[in-house]
């Protein structure tokens, strides 16, 4: 059986040490976990694994997507402050026509 998941290759030993991690901390969890539902599902453990593992790398990944997005607004947020109180130019009205942007067409 084999088990896809939307990780490249350059990322899967970053999500696999986060896995080994979080299956180090809750050993005991995560094997109630596999019985539970390999008596749910009439699988056995080994078998219910691979997918309890995908599930757990992709909660991995969203989390650090989710702590990068907050980084990037963040420093757009610093970057937009970091421009208040500066005067810039204002463009006239004739600046911003359609007429000057575009010019004259056929």
Excluded: C
Aim: net charge negative.
């Amino acid at each position: 059986m084999s088990i896809s998941t939307p990780f490249d290759k350059e990322n899967l030993n970053s999500f696999s040490q986060s896995l080994h991690n979080l299956e180090q901390m809750y050993r005991e969890d995560l094997e109630h976990i596999t019985h539970a539902l390999a008596k749910i599902t009439n699988s056995t453990p080994s078998e219910i694994k691979p997918y309890l593992d995908t599930i757990l790398l992709q909660i991995v990944e969203s989390k650090k997507r989710e702590v990068t997005s907050q980084k990037r607004k963040r420093a757009f947020n610093a970057w937009v402050k970091s421009h208040e109180g500066q005067d810039f130019p204002v463009l006239s009205d004739e600046a911003i026509s359609r007429e000057t942007i575009y010019g004259e067409r056929d």
